[in-house]
């Protein structure tokens, strides 16, 4: 990732890091410095606010609360990107099934990501007429 990502930042690209936010490689010594080194902005929102739903178990269709961290160069990501819990009066535990499903990205996450980096690259665009 480092090798590729040092060549999208010397074509001018921006690059984003995605892990659950316990994730042990955020304290990983290589990626504490990567971070520190391109000045990566951090962000972090919780599966519920997105509508990750379990589906399997006593708590079907409650949602879950797992909580992502996303470290990125781009701005229009960290801003947008960034809804907490809204309260939930109850949580279903991210495990079994939900686990593996948890891997994948609701429809709400992937189109604020899209959308925000739609805007970017507007902004990008605009910067450069």
Do not use: M, N
Request: charged fraction near 25%.
């Amino acid at each position: 990732f480092v090798i590729v990502a040092e060549d999208c930042f010397k074509a001018g690209g921006d690059v984003a890091i995605e892990w659950p936010t316990t994730c042990s490689y955020w304290h990983l010594p290589k990626v504490v410095r990567f971070i520190k080194k391109h000045k990566l902005l951090k962000t972090v929102f919780h599966g519920c606010a997105y509508g990750l739903k379990a589906t399997a178990g006593k708590k079907v269709g409650l949602p879950i609360h797992k909580s992502w961290t996303v470290a990125t160069s781009c701005q229009c990501i960290r801003d947008r990107l960034k809804k907490k819990c809204p309260r939930c009066p109850d949580h279903a535990i991210c495990e079994g099934v939900d686990t593996r499903l948890s891997e994948r990205y609701t429809t709400e996450v992937a189109e604020v990501f899209h959308q925000a980096f739609a805007q970017h690259i507007q902004q990008r665009k605009t910067a450069t007429q």
